[in-house]
């Protein structure tokens, strides 16, 4: 499995081109537009986007994780009568926070544990691979980022992941003093 894993990480990205300074707030904006394009009901969505959040990797990789993770909150609101889904991207020190919170069902404590693992999934046979998030974990983490996925306070998933933001100098990103 995990040579499966990682032909398909392989396919789904070219590594071997050098990443770029790109704009996190225009990969999420993106991202959440294509896939609320397709959707087939009408989803409440709450933005709080800064712009900009200028990052160093690859743009389409992680508009791959940024559209998997809003196809992912869709599906955990199928059965919910009004959905809503909150986005936020932020700039957090020297980090840049993007976090998409549904008002589905939530994460049961016996899924928490696995939710990373390649070929898990929650979905009907047909419906999931089980490779979204194993793929997006692999990606973030390859851009320098991290993950954290928990349950919200009023209900629903908050899934969230951090990734450095880019410094010029190639020092660490400080914000600007404020005056």
Request: glycine share 12%; net charge negative; with cysteine.
């Amino acid at each position: 499995m995990r040579d499966i894993v990682a032909d398909l990480r392989r396919f789904s990205s070219d590594r071997r081109s050098a990443g770029a300074v790109f704009d996190m707030a225009g990969v999420v904006r993106t991202g959440l537009e294509w896939v609320l394009a397709s959707a087939d009901r009408i989803v409440e969505t709450r933005m709080d986007v800064e712009e900009p959040l200028e990052v160093e990797g690859h743009a389409g990789r992680m508009q791959q994780v940024v559209m998997n993770l809003v196809q992912n909150a869709l599906d955990a609101m199928e059965d919910v009568p009004h959905p809503v889904m909150c986005v936020t991207a932020k700039r957090d020190g020297v980090r840049v926070r993007v976090q998409i919170a549904d008002n589905g069902s939530g994460i049961p404590p016996d899924v928490a544990g696995h939710i990373f693992d390649p070929f898990f999934t929650t979905k009907p046979v047909g419906k999931g691979t089980g490779l979204g998030l194993a793929i997006c974990y692999g990606t973030v983490s390859d851009h320098g980022g991290q993950f954290t996925v928990r349950n919200g306070a009023q209900g629903g998933a908050v899934v969230a992941f951090d990734l450095p933001a880019f410094a010029p100098d190639g020092g660490p990103a400080v914000l600007p003093e404020e005056g």
